[in-house]
């Protein structure tokens, strides 16, 4: 199955999430990394890019020949009928003139190529472009040449119908043109072009201002995307789409693995948070998550809260019995159970309490341990005395009060002092 029919991912860097999508996509683009054209189908379009850095600095100055050569030995593969190679990137359109020769040395450079011949996406226009006076200039140059045109489309509040900015293909593209391939795609604060707030930003806490900033849920952005799709597959002269991104440094609001689970069918467990990341509402767990669900959200959530944390935490102690758990979660439990008389301590039917000892922090270590001792196993034997062996100080502090509660009765002494055992 394919999880659009012409949206793909558009990857930075190597992940799990971006093998899977691309495996299942019919375009897929890497910068500086192919590990998604190995996964993806041997029919899918490929589009590569290698980072040059910002601006006209990325071509001004050199030749598209040498540039081909570098971007064509970045890429470390030979020719494929479905493999594109892009030039610069967002640039060029001020200085179109040398822009415009510099891609055509830029594609003769790649069709000959002593590998053999490559495909170039050419020009790789920003948001909001080409201007209808650069499209004529561009048209009557031959497109310098170029197998396909790249733009990159995305869409803010107005939507990814809008024509202007997320389907501007379908204003200046006319028969005998290259085909369009749209190497960069998504919910983006465009400024300008916003539509509840023209040129307002303000609210965007990285540098990318994706969907994440936008507070969309997974579900939402999923159906977002999904009309695109449904729009440009419409239109036979548009390759494909790539969405950005995933792995990029600094665009964590436009990371596209998070989208991976809606675009599944498969969205994790929500643990009670309004994460967008893997959350389609925020309502808490109506039930016990599976374990791969538990997983998901140990792995997706770790940022967002600590209820899973805590959730494994206690089902680790209960199944187990393990003392080397993390201090901050049995600490949490142990004294909720002692002001509750609940949990592990209401099975064992042990209440432990030191004289003039507050019934928290000091007391819960002695609960944990008092629980523990009365369940009488070998594995609480076994873990006390690895604990002595090898243990912080402290631990092995606890392992030598463990193995005295072991053996303890159920009135007798702790380091000397008197233990009083509760109903």
């Not at 019919?26 to 029919?43: C, L, M, R, Y």
């Not at 479905?82 to 003139?97: K, R, S």
């Not at 579900?219 to 002269?237: R, V």
Request: net charge positive; hydrophobic share 30%; with cysteine.
């Amino acid at each position: 199955m394919t999880y659009f029919n012409k949206i793909g991912p558009h990857i930075q860097s190597a992940s799990s999430g971006a093998s899977q999508w691309a495996a299942n996509s019919n375009i897929v683009k890497g910068v500086d990394d192919t590990s998604g054209f190995g996964s993806a189908p041997s029919s899918a379009i490929l589009v590569f890019r290698h980072f040059m850095g910002d601006g006209d600095q990325q071509y001004q100055g050199k030749t598209g020949a040498s540039v081909a050569d570098l971007v064509i030995s970045k890429l470390g593969r030979g020719p494929q009928s479905n493999l594109y190679i892009e030039g610069p990137n967002e640039c060029g359109l001020d200085d179109l003139a040398n822009y415009i020769n510099f891609m055509r040395d830029f594609t003769t450079r790649a069709h000959s190529h002593p590998n053999g011949s490559y495909k170039v996406a050419g020009f790789s226009m920003s948001v909001g472009n080409p201007q209808p006076d650069q499209v004529t200039q561009m048209r009557a140059a031959g497109w310098a040449g170029v197998d396909a045109i790249a733009i990159h489309e995305y869409w803010d509040n107005n939507g990814p119908t809008y024509q202007y900015t997320a389907l501007r293909h379908r204003i200046w593209h006319q028969g005998g043109d290259p085909d369009v391939v749209i190497t960069e795609a998504g919910r983006l604060c465009i400024g300008q072009f916003s539509g509840a707030n023209p040129g307002d930003c303000s609210f965007c806490k990285s540098d990318g201002c994706g969907w994440h900033d936008f507070n969309l849920t997974c579900a939402q952005y999923d159906g977002e995307c999904q009309t695109y799709d449904q729009a440009i597959s419409a239109d036979g002269y548009v390759l494909g789409a790539t969405l950005f991104t995933t792995g990029g440094g600094g665009f964590s609001s436009n990371e596209i693995n998070d989208l991976l689970p809606c675009i599944a069918g498969t969205p994790p467990v929500t643990c009670g948070t309004q994460n967008a990341a893997c959350c389609t509402s925020g309502a808490p767990c109506s039930r016990r998550p599976g374990l791969s669900e538990r997983l998901l959200c140990r792995l997706w959530l770790r940022a967002g809260t600590l209820l899973c944390g805590q959730y494994l935490s206690g089902l680790w102690l209960q199944r187990w019995g393990n003392p080397d758990l993390p201090e901050r979660h049995l600490r949490r439990r142990n004294d909720r159970n002692v002001s509750r008389g609940s949990g592990l301590h209401r099975r064992s039917r042990q209440r432990l309490l030191l004289p003039g000892a507050r019934p928290t922090e000091p007391v819960s270590r002695v609960q944990r341990h008092r629980t523990l001792a009365g369940r009488g196993g070998q594995r609480v034997r076994q873990n006390a005395a690895w604990l002595g062996r090898h243990g912080w100080p402290a631990r092995r502090a606890e392992a030598g009060m463990l193995r005295k509660l072991v053996t303890a009765d159920n009135q007798g002494t702790v380091n000397g002092r008197t233990v009083a055992q509760g109903a």
